[in-house]
């Protein structure tokens, strides 16, 4: 049974770090590509970053690229977002998932999220 666990997050301030992690079950990360998403307040949820099956290539959206940084540890089985010089525009509930195929009913299983909260 797929699950995904996230964990890290809480109340910062600008400026400073967190790193979440993302504790999947049910299939090996090493698999599929592994994809951080985030859903800010009354916001539609949005593409964090994305991790190749390989683990050789990772995509940032713009707004995070040079802040945050993806990893994981495969004996793990967990993925990480390191998150740097954080500001009030990366408050949001932050979600790990696989890249399933769309036709795949696993693609509609999400994890309960973190939340990340940063102050001015």
């Known amino acids: 049974q797929v699950q995904y666990v996230e964990s890290g997050g809480r109340s910062v301030k600008s400026g400073e770090s967190l790193t979440l992690s993302c504790a999947a079950s049910?299939?090996?990360?090493?698999?599929?590509?592994m994809t951080w998403y985030r859903q800010p307040p009354g916001k539609e949820r949005e593409i964090v970053a994305v991790?190749?099956?390989?683990?050789?290539?990772?995509v940032y959206r713009d707004t995070v690229k040079g802040r945050f940084i993806m990893s994981r540890d495969s004996a793990k089985n967990t993925v990480y977002l390191q998150m740097n010089s954080l500001n009030p525009e990366d408050t949001a509930l932050y979600y790990c998932?696989?890249?399933?195929?769309?036709?795949?009913?696993?693609?509609?299983?999400w994890g309960q999220g973190t939340r990340v909260t940063v102050s001015s």
């Open positions: 998932k696989a890249a399933w195929p769309e036709s795949d009913i696993r693609a509609n299983i």
């Open positions: 049910g299939f090996s990360i090493d698999n599929y590509a």
């Open positions: 991790m190749s099956p390989a683990g050789d290539n990772v």
